[in-house]
């Protein structure tokens, strides 16, 4: 066994882990967006209601995908090229479903620097769980019923919008003058030229309509599945302070892969541990890891379904 968790690789092993191989980007990029439409076709040949379940079940998740190879994007990993990783990041991923690359960034990356600190800014999701099972019953009512939905346009309006009228006005999150170049109106605009070529693409096909099951989904299904992976990642911790038991990997099956856990995200605690090393190459990293004992008394959880019985573990009050 190794001593600590970074002397268990070689050095030709870890170079190795952290190639970018440009075709995994465009095969992920594809794929993801091939099970989108995919899902729209289910419903164009066979409309009703079961169809339109799997349809919003499948495409939430993908609009999860796409976050994460944003998320990619952010550290440079999804293309070796910067100009290719951070164009296709933001266009082709991010902006579809109304995040900005850019500002998500440093962000992001502040959340690694300091995990588990007070000065995470992730560190509020974290610390929410576990809750009640009633409570968890209603937080994925509200996902589903579209409440989260509505309150994240709600907030991103007020990033994005806020200063248009009077130019003046600082935005929400980015404190500049909200003018045409602002980074608040740049989302904005690829925000609207995104989902405008979408909607124009599926008009020229003939099948307007099913742009409301991107929509839908965005609104319900894409806001459960953010929620679990936000509770997979780093809620009930063991130790805040150790690297293998402040960072969670969850074991996936396939359908969870399919419907919670696209472009490996579950792979969580070693996406922490080596956070440049590509997502497709994060189960050869764990399989390293675990063979070589670092992974013995870590956190890592056997399937979504565990976690959320934990998640849900709080009594109610008497």
């Not at 620097?113 to 209603?138: C, E, H, I």
């Not at 907030?155 to 248009?164: M, S």
């Not at 404190?175 to 979408?198: F, M, Q, Y």
Request: aromatic share 10%; glycine share 6%.
């Amino acid at each position: 066994m190794a001593k600590s968790w970074n002397e268990a690789l070689r050095p030709e092993e870890l170079g190795a882990l952290l190639e970018t191989n440009n075709w995994r980007g465009f095969l992920s990029i594809g794929l993801d967006w091939g099970l989108v439409f995919a899902s729209m076709a289910l419903v164009a040949v066979w409309p009703n209601p079961l169809s339109i379940l799997a349809a919003l079940a499948v495409i939430g998740a993908r609009q999860l995908g796409f976050a994460v190879l944003m998320h990619e994007a952010a550290h440079r990993t999804l293309f070796a090229n910067r100009r290719l990783n951070d164009w296709a990041g933001n266009w082709l991923c991010a902006y579809p479903v109304w995040i900005d690359l850019h500002p998500y960034r440093p962000y992001h990356l502040k959340h690694h620097a300091k995990n588990w600190t007070r000065d995470d800014p992730d560190l509020d999701l974290a610390t929410k769980f576990p809750v009640t099972p009633a409570s968890l019953r209603r937080k994925i009512w509200r996902d589903l019923s579209g409440q989260v939905g509505w309150k994240r346009v709600r907030a991103i309006l007020r990033r994005d919008l806020q200063g248009l009228v009077g130019k003046t006005a600082r935005t929400l999150s980015f404190g500049k003058a909200a003018d045409a170049g602002s980074p608040g109106w740049k989302n904005l605009r690829g925000v609207v030229v995104t989902n405008a070529i979408l909607l124009g693409g599926l008009a020229a096909l003939g099948h307007p309509e099913l742009y409301l099951l991107w929509v839908a989904a965005w609104f319900t299904t894409n806001s459960l599945v953010t929620r679990i992976r936000s509770i997979a990642e780093h809620s009930m911790v063991a130790d805040p302070s150790d690297d293998l038991a402040n960072t969670r990997t969850t074991l996936a099956s396939w359908w969870e892969r399919l419907l919670v856990a696209p472009n490996r995200v579950n792979y969580h605690l070693e996406h922490h541990l080596w956070m440049t090393v590509p997502y497709y190459n994060l189960p050869r990293l764990h399989r390293l890891l675990r063979e070589r004992g670092v992974l013995d008394g870590a956190l890592v959880e056997r399937g979504y379904l565990s976690l959320l019985r934990k998640a849900r573990s709080r009594p109610a009050a008497a």
